[in-house]
């Protein structure tokens, strides 16, 4: 018998056979590609969705600015940059006045409808280096890396005239609204957080007991240490009421 067409016969079978293994190991290598990579877009897509809840968990939902709780590590970082830098970080605490009028003229919804307008306004007006945060209510604080006198005093007081100059148009009304605005600096007025907010909080109290609409700088450190911080919180909240 010749042995040579059946060899033949052989070689193309296997031939044949290592085709077909081949083409399944290809078909299986197209499929993990396709699944990896519906496994990474998927991956993404958690990625997003996490960085978006952490950015909304940092918001303030109805201004869009930042809230209380990325104001306590922001101010931390930024006091401690300013520190390595030398170089100063000024805290702007901004209150509306008589706030409450709005809402009981207005309704809450017109209340908040101000306060969506003051958010686009004050970050429309901030750097990128700057952070503005709703810290509740109608309570609001900047931090302004690099900012002191005479600097701070224009861009505070342009904000006063801007916040007065506001007209937001609710229902078919028309109303507007003042601001005080307290200020403080680091390293002038005060070397740590809970110092320096305190610092532009009296200062914020002093701009309501002078007649509100207006900007005060916080006296430099020392020269009021002496009043309790008790007896300005019940101070402050008597004016701002």
Not at 72 to 88: F, S, V
Not at 141 to 170: K, N, Q, Y
Not at 222 to 240: I, K, L, S
Request: aromatic fraction near 4%.
């Amino acid at each position: 018998m010749d042995t040579l067409p059946l060899l033949t016969l052989v070689l193309l079978a296997t031939v044949g056979a290592l085709g077909a293994v081949v083409a399944a190991l290809l078909r299986c290598n197209r499929r993990l590609r396709e699944a990896n990579d519906a496994l990474q877009a998927r991956l993404r897509e958690v990625e997003a969705l996490q960085s978006r809840f952490h950015e909304e968990s940092l918001r303030d939902p109805l201004t869009g600015l930042f809230n209380r709780r990325h104001l306590d590590g922001t101010l931390e970082q930024e006091l401690a940059r300013a520190r390595r830098g030398g170089y100063p970080l000024a805290l702007v605490m901004l209150d509306l006045d008589h706030f409450k009028r709005i809402n009981d003229t207005y309704g809450h919804a017109g209340g908040d409808a101000l306060l969506r307008q003051l958010g686009r306004l004050l970050r429309a007006a901030c750097r990128s280096g700057d952070t503005a945060c709703r810290c509740g209510g109608e309570e609001f604080v900047l931090v302004l890396p690099g900012l002191d006198e005479p600097v701070l005093d224009e861009r505070a007081e342009f904000w006063r005239c801007s916040i007065e100059a506001m007209v937001t148009h609710f229902g078919g009304k028309a109303f507007s609204v003042t601001a005080s605005l307290g200020v403080a600096v680091f390293p002038r007025h005060a070397d740590d957080a809970l110092s320096l907010l305190r610092c532009a909080d009296r200062a914020l109290y002093a701009a309501k007991q002078a007649g509100r609409n207006r900007v005060v700088l916080a006296p430099k450190a020392g020269d009021d240490d002496a009043r309790a911080p008790a007896a300005d919180n019940r101070a402050r909240e008597a004016a701002t009421a």
